[in-house]
């Protein structure tokens, strides 16, 4: 497949898939995630990767939702099909997190297994701020961080630092921007080295479902609203 949003390169049995639209701070819009979920189906078939890292091309990591994609678009873009093949994978994901981490930028960030973030990094669930749902993150964020701190990030759209987030349990390792790749490259090569099927089936167990049939049905009801009774595919 040709990618136009995104950059896929595998090198010694890591996967790194960038989020290339840097001149809108890799805001994400359809298209991008559309491409996003081929790349995962991509590495997942590849006995050759062992784990994949998600990043940003140039200062940002993602900016949330590209408000220049089209209103016709929505319904598709609130799917969960993405999140739940980012979630599910079988391979260990990680991401690499600098400058801007919001909104759906955050949450793609969120439902990989491991994060490092730069020093400069900035995270929010801010989707409730521009009248839309952090979807992705009303399952796994709570288990992550705890209720509290959950009902914060989201009811109040907060953005909070690379520290605050490492302080909250939110993120693995903060290390400085220039040494971002690196740390995420040695974290990855790491479980490279461990026994892939005991890696592999340490992950299924850890996962649970992105979402139980109550938060669908409260996401589907939400964005019904939202979007003037159009569906959610």
């Known amino acids: 497949m040709n990618y136009t949003k995104i950059l896929l390169e595998?090198?010694?049995?890591?996967?790194?898939?960038?989020?290339?639209?840097?001149?809108?701070?890799?805001?994400?819009?359809?298209e991008m995630k559309n491409e996003l979920y081929a790349a995962l189906v991509d590495v997942e078939a590849d006995e050759s990767i062992r784990v994949v890292i998600l990043t940003g091309a140039g200062r940002s990591f993602c900016s949330g939702h590209d408000n220049d994609d089209s209103m016709e678009t929505l319904p598709e873009f609130a799917s969960l099909k993405e999140e739940e093949?980012?979630?599910?994978?079988?391979?260990?994901?990680?991401a690499a997190v600098k400058g801007y981490a919001?909104?759906?930028?955050?949450?793609?960030?969120?439902?990989?297994?491991?994060?490092?973030?730069?020093?400069?990094?900035?995270?929010?669930?801010?989707?409730?701020?521009?009248?839309?749902?952090?979807?992705?993150?009303?399952?796994?964020?709570?288990?992550v961080v705890g209720s509290r701190q959950a009902n914060e990030l989201l009811l109040t759209c907060k953005r909070i630092s690379a520290r605050e987030?490492?302080?909250?349990?939110?993120?693995?390792q903060v290390v400085p921007g220039e040494e971002l790749m690196d740390a995420a490259l040695e974290m990855a090569g790491s479980i490279v080295k461990l026994p892939s099927k005991s890696i592999q089936y340490t992950k299924k167990a850890l996962r649970a479902p992105l979402a139980t049939d109550h938060?669908?049905?409260?996401?589907?009801?939400?964005?019904?609203?939202i979007l003037g009774g159009l569906k959610v595919n």
């Open 10 to 30: 595998k090198k010694e049995q890591i996967a790194i898939i960038t989020l290339n639209q840097p001149d809108k701070l890799n805001a994400i819009n359809l």
């Open 102 to 143: 919001l909104g759906d930028g955050a949450q793609q960030a969120l439902l990989c297994d491991l994060i490092v973030a730069g020093e400069d990094a900035v995270i929010g669930f801010i989707g409730p701020e521009i009248g839309a749902l952090c979807y992705g993150a009303y399952t796994v964020l709570p288990a």
């Open 165 to 172: 987030a490492y302080r909250i349990g939110l993120v693995n």
């Open 215 to 225: 938060h669908l049905a409260t996401v589907e009801e939400g964005w019904r609203d």
């Open 85 to 94: 093949k980012l979630y599910h994978l079988a391979k260990p994901t990680i």
